[in-house]
């Protein structure tokens, strides 16, 4: 039995800035890692853009604006709420 017997999962990343997806995310069976939200440009009002019928795969990553609100734990803390808030919005 090889270790992929059970099925390939396969998983990409995608930057949420993107413009243009031409390939069919919705076909993917795997995890879409979707940097670029926060201070790369992209909000999460991009994902539904970018992903569509993808978007239950999507894994938002939004580090520099996190880490911006830093280095005190109470505006780290706000900061990831926010996105998350902002996320679970998006994500519906």
Known sequence: M???AWGVLIGLVVGATV???SADLAAM???????????????TADLARVF??????A??????SVLDAGPSQA???D??????????????
């Open 29 to 43: 069976n795997g995890p879409l890692l979707t940097p670029g939200i926060g201070a790369q440009g992209a909000t």
């Open 2 to 4: 090889t270790p992929f």
């Open 79 to 92: 900061a990831a709420a926010r996105t998350l808030d902002d996320i679970r919005s998006a994500l519906g």
């Open 75 to 77: 505006g780290l803390r």
């Open 59 to 64: 894994l938002p990553s939004a580090s520099r």
């Open 52 to 57: 569509g019928a993808a978007l239950p795969n």
């Open 19 to 21: 413009t243009d997806v």
